[in-house]
């Protein structure tokens, strides 16, 4: 891939022309991660942080901010209260997910992280609420506290739907808005609404976020079957080994036959997992649909975000956001 | 002790003169713990939230809206709020102590558990926080990020400074303000704010609450040397086994011999624990009038509680919150 695709990229585009605002979210981040009592916080915090995220969540609040012709600093104060809360919940999830993978093996190390996880997540998630606070826009911090709250209530979810093969894609869909939807649309919304912009236009950018977190948690599900560690940083086979109940396996549990059924639930249900197992997952998920049934699922949420997009005015970040929408298949090449 | 004696207790005095508020409190507690699609959040918080707490927190936040005349209903909310800070906090430092007392020992219970005292603890933290934007006061609001921070900021600041001998005073109360007397002091802060009193006796109740709430972690940290574990439910030693620096270490480092320092040094700070080393620290405290400075340092601070008060109108609330800095003592008896 040469430079020239790179730059044509659609989150690129979005970050070129959010430059000087995300240098500010950047500014306003670092200023607020420091910790006068405390330099372990921006130690901890400084390599998710720093790290070269895409930085999404932030510019979907400048961008929709950008979009209804907003003027002010707010915007700037949200993107970074938005990747606060993101990066909070990175924090709580890494507790969650070691907890369960080095079962039995902890070492001072991993405990000493933990501590510094939870504690540090917990500062950042009320750093975030001092920045929404400072916009003094009610509005903004009701649409931000509930979707902290069914973010929460997302992760804990999750916790009860993994091993249970009778999730159905209702449960599924809540873990997703909780895992992903929930902050998506929420960072959307709100730069409508310190925009001042018409209600119309406030819930079409809440859909849109909503549609595109979906489809963006739905893709990432799917890569965990079929993605290239290389491009995606995943390892295939990840959630099948955590016995987590995503959107392939309520696909593929759906169409099985009584031997597949019996597959699942030793994997699954009891954990029983042996040599050969993820490659006869995969076959079932291949012979029963269950990935191009997934991959369909994610291309009608993507339709619906860029759908949701035509209530809004023409203008160039709207045209940024539609090609962002598609890009979520970028992954899957 | 008879019944009379209880009844007389101060903190069930201010309960039964807050009894209709408090009933309030606890059923919107109640009904903001459920949880539509996660029931297992009930089921964490049930345990914490209705396991006959003295709901100290939630009395200060009622009692100082009281005092200052007010005849609304967002006291309700806000002594509902700070609760579910407390409890989500307790919820975090579970999982923050546990992982060091048991360390090497960890069991599927413990991780389970974990996990959802992590989750569970942030869906109470959104929860405190939608229950405070619907006061729809931006005083308020920011008080109340203020205290998440500090309180954070604290619990970050403990880790940093558990066995090390070198924390001063001030460190220590900056952890003391981060675990305790923030959410004291932001409590009967934020009744007075919402009562639309003067800043003086705002300024006041702010003062009565940073105080006791010093005085309350000091005796806290008293008790853990010379705590009757059948009345206050403290093991002692336990601050000494994890090798916490509290004020009792402190006040006898400053006073300690060659001996008296390498002892302390191998004990608290390389974790090198024999038997009879308890027993050893004891009688250095002692001897070095450590607990008895302590005890002097938690009365200066009441002495400071009840001195704000004089700020107040006469009221029998006022009396009554005059009692409650005395009680933080009948703990040591």
């Known amino acids: 891939m040469g430079l020239d695709d790179a730059a044509t990229k659609p989150h690129e585009a979005l970050a070129a022309h959010l430059a000087a605002k995300l240098g500010d979210v950047d500014a306003l981040i670092r200023a607020r991660m420091a910790s006068r009592h405390a330099p372990r916080i921006p130690e901890v915090t400084a390599h998710l942080v720093e790290a070269g995220g895409k930085r999404l969540r932030p510019m979907l609040t400048l961008a929709a901010a950008d979009l209804c012709g ?7 104060r ?3 209260t938005v990747e606060f809360i993101h990066t909070a919940t990175l924090l709580h999830d890494d507790v969650v997910d070691e907890s369960a993978s080095r079962r039995g093996r902890p070492t001072a190390n991993l405990l000493w992280d933990n501590k510094s996880s939870v504690l540090v997540g917990d500062y950042l998630f009320a750093r975030a609420f001092q920045l929404m606070v400072e916009t003094e826009s009610l509005r903004v911090l009701d649409i931000l506290s509930d979707a902290a709250a069914t973010i929460a209530e997302g992760e804990v979810l999750q916790l009860s739907t993994a091993r249970d093969l009778a999730t159905t894609e209702a ?3 809540q873990v997703v808005r909780g895992k992903t939807a929930a902050l998506f649309s929420a960072a959307t919304q709100v730069g409508g609404v310190i925009a001042g912009a018409p209600e119309r236009r406030i819930a ?4 849109y976020g909503d549609a595109l977190g979906i489809a963006f948690q739905i893709v990432d599900d799917l890569l965990d079957y079929q993605g290239d560690a290389k491009s995606t940083g995943k390892n295939v086979g990840d959630d099948f080994r955590e016995r987590k109940v995503t959107l392939p396996v309520i696909r593929a549990m759906a169409q099985a ?3 597949e059924r019996a597959f699942w639930r030793r994997t699954i249900e009891k954990g029983d997992q042996q040599d050969g197992d993820l490659d006869r ?3 079932i998920l291949h012979a029963r649909g269950a990935l191009d049934a997934t991959r369909a699922a994610a291309i009608a949420w993507v339709a619906e975000a860029r759908g949701a997009l035509g209530v809004l005015p023409a203008h160039p970040v709207r045209d940024m956001l539609d090609h962002l929408a598609d890009y979520v298949f970028a992954r899957l090449t």
């Open 78 to 80: 949200l993107a970074a």
């Open 171 to 173: 449960l599924y869909l």
């Open 70 to 76: 907003y003027a002010g600093d707010h915007d700037v």
């Open 204 to 207: 079409a950018l809440h859909d």
């Open 257 to 259: 036959d009584e031997g």
């Open 281 to 283: 997952a995969l076959d």
